[in-house]
């Protein structure tokens, strides 16, 4: 008896083991490259290799450091790329390799900067006034950060005295309190209101506002500063560590008394309002007896002052500087 | 039956990625200014994020009703294990310059070091009980309750990240929460599984045709 089955599947039609095969190891494949892609992309977000940022520009002229009392470093300069992406500018990121990226649009442009408080001309500069104050100079500068790293800087800048000799501080004016731009619009931990008390505030004693060391710079290795490293104007310290150093100034004001400063308010026992670079007296959290030069293998001592002892410690002869730290 | 073998050889190689790739950066000179700060950040944040998923294995198998998936566990947490190894031999070589008398002090002088050196120390016995063999030799309750300690380690790992930082507190803390939350998940689990667990999907017995 013939039986006929209709629904028997042609042996043509089976498909061919080689085939299966070769397509479950392609769906496999394909699977296990996605994954491995996906993942790659996350760790590439988290991780992120330097992202660029804004260039500056060349400065016209800019004259050599003169005079015997800026001391000449020995020390090769960091490099341009890792002095403008490692940077601590808490407003734009915690991370510092992202603060370039994230800076990158800043408008530096118009900017102003208003100096009150105990002067006898106050006054509201505006950028390209400020450039004309003093001729601009190269100052090449070590650069210690309390995180236990370093850098040699050529900053571009004029003493921070002529600046203050211009608007002329009253016999009562003690301190100068220096303050950030905190532009929301511009700089994400300020719109989030996260990490820090904004604006950032920093400060000096007047003597060590006035002393020829303390600049404010406006440019590095011969060109304007990027965002990311304080531009249009930052402070810059070489015997104070970096955070000193208050980027973006929007504002100054002398005063008869220490002014309250971010980090100090933030954390006193961690950051004094003084904050000398100091071998001798540890963070409450790591030592500050060594750092890593940025671009060099293992560490180097860290120098008292930050090596600038012979001009700077007669500011302090007579205090205790384990108790002004 | 699931292809667990092909699956787990898909979560090793993803696993293994961050190390590829932190490798081909330090090969190519692309872990930007300060290296070795970079790789010990990375290595410390790559164990924390994998003794998590670790502990996250048990919950999702549950919750899917997926009880094959916690042949991941162990592979995973053994990768938090390495990543915390590399960190701290990354630390010794670079920052404490290979001197171990170094490393010693540190952990005797900074809290955050002694907390980080003891959730390291915590790991190595979970390390080397993680054998089949020595689950057997252990007994499953004994390798159960020793293995709970992974959940002290990675508390003290996410607090040895939070004692670091100098102000941005944001990411410790959202490490600490999701450490939280699966503890969380097992303490419900226990009284109240009825909500937590879906039971394993499994083929219906075929009923007797009624006539």
């Known amino acids: 008896m013939l039986i006929k089955k209709p629904d028997e599947i042609k042996a043509s039609e089976i498909t061919d083991k080689d085939i299966y095969t070769s397509r479950r190891v392609f769906l496999r494949g394909a699977m296990l490259t996605a994954t491995a892609l996906g993942t790659g992309w996350l760790y590439r977000h988290f991780a992120t290799p330097n992202q660029e940022g804004a260039a500056g520009e060349k400065i016209a002229d800019v004259k050599t450091a003169s005079g015997a009392s800026i001391p000449a470093i020995p020390d090769a300069r960091t490099s341009y790329e890792d002095i403008t992406h490692y940077n601590n500018f808490y407003e734009f990121s915690t991370d510092k390799r992202l603060v370039a990226p994230r800076a990158k649009n800043f408008i530096t442009r118009p900017w102003t900067v208003e100096v009150t408080g105990l002067v006898h001309k106050p006054k509201t500069f505006d950028l390209d006034d400020l450039l004309k104050i003093a001729p601009l100079e190269e100052r090449v500068y070590r650069h210690r950060c309390v995180e236990a790293w370093s850098m040699v800087i050529p900053w571009v800048g004029f003493p921070l005295a002529k600046l203050l000799d211009a608007v002329q501080p009253t016999s009562q004016a003690t301190y100068v309190a220096l303050q950030s731009l905190a532009d929301p619009n511009q700089m994400p931990n300020v719109r989030s209101g996260s990490v820090l008390d904004w604006p950032y505030v920093e400060g000096l004693r007047l003597d060590e506002a006035l002393h020829p060391l303390t600049i404010m710079a406006t440019g590095l290795y011969g060109e304007t500063l990027p965002p990311q490293n304080g531009a249009p104007l930052r402070l810059v310290v070489p015997w104070k560590y970096g955070f000193k150093g208050i980027k973006s100034i929007v504002k100054i004001r002398l005063t008869d008394s220490e002014p309250t400063t971010t980090w100090n308010h933030d954390n006193p026992q961690e950051y004094g309002f003084y904050s000398n670079v100091n071998p001798e007296v540890d963070h409450p959290r790591w030592s500050q007896k060594t750092e890593v030069r940025i671009g060099e293998f293992g560490r180097r001592d860290t120098l008292m002052f930050n090596g600038y002892g012979e001009q700077v410690a007669s500011l302090y002869s007579g205090m205790d500087l384990r108790k002004y730290y | ?211």
């Open chain 2, 1 to 211: 039956m699931k292809d667990t073998r092909f699956a787990r050889f898909v979560v090793f190689v993803n696993a293994a990625v961050p190390l590829v790739l932190l490798l081909h950066d330090t090969y190519y000179h692309r872990l930007g200014a300060n290296p070795s700060e970079f790789a010990i950040r990375t290595t410390g944040t790559l164990a924390l994020l994998f003794l998590i998923i670790s502990l996250a294995v048990t919950p999702l198998r549950k919750l899917l009703g997926q009880p094959w998936m916690v042949k991941f566990r162990r592979m995973l947490g053994l990768f938090g294990f390495f990543y915390a190894a590399l960190h701290l031999l990354i630390y010794t070589l670079l920052d404490r310059s290979a001197s171990v008398r170094a490393v010693i002090e540190d952990v005797g002088k900074r809290p955050f070091i002694t907390v980080g050196m003891a959730s390291f120390l915590l790991l190595v016995p979970l390390a080397i009980t993680s054998t089949q063999k020595m689950i057997k030799r252990l007994g499953g309750k004994r390798w159960n309750r020793l293995h709970r300690l992974v959940y002290v380690a990675a508390a003290g790992g996410a607090l040895h990240y939070y004692m670091l930082v100098k102000a941005d507190t944001r990411e410790p803390l959202l490490f600490a929460a999701a450490l939280a939350l699966l503890l969380l998940y097992r303490v419900l689990n226990k009284y109240l599984p009825r909500y937590t667990e879906r039971k394993p999907a499994r083929p219906q017995p075929r009923r007797a045709q009624s006539v």
